[in-house]
């Protein structure tokens, strides 16, 4: 049912956003799955989850072995505490309707855009 070079070109575009930004996970991925693929928005975000997991483990074999090291105390709260919510927001996707994730997922986006507008016209003081 895709096209898998569609898929590859808009998989390359994120990754060199991810990259460049140090942005991108369901932030980039879930719009251009459910716009650029066409998938159905439950789909765009297990997608999007594995795509994520597969670049974390990937960073995470690849820092590791660096002279900085991984500090376990701050990444193993953070990630328990993640995967704790993203158990508790499955439960709740699959309560709410795909036009319904769309417009939450757009009104999030808007919201951290302006949050990030008002970061940077205010200098870093927010």
């Keep these: 049912t895709g096209d898998p070079p569609r898929a590859a070109g808009t998989g390359a575009g994120l990754g060199a956003l991810t990259g460049l930004l140090g942005v991108g996970g369901g932030f980039l991925a879930v719009p251009a799955l459910v716009t650029v693929v066409a998938l159905e928005m439950q789909a765009a975000v297990g997608t999007s989850l594995l795509v994520i997991s597969a670049n974390s483990l990937a960073s995470l074999a690849a820092r590791g072995g660096t002279a900085a090291g991984v500090d376990w105390a701050v990444i193993a709260p ?34 951290v855009a302006a949050f990030m507008a008002a970061d940077v016209l205010t200098g870093g003081l927010i």
């Design 78 to 111: 953070f990630a328990g505490a993640a995967i704790l919510g993203a158990w508790d927001g499955r439960r709740l996707a699959a309560k709410a309707s795909g036009a319904l994730l769309r417009r939450v997922f757009a009104v999030l986006l808007l919201a």
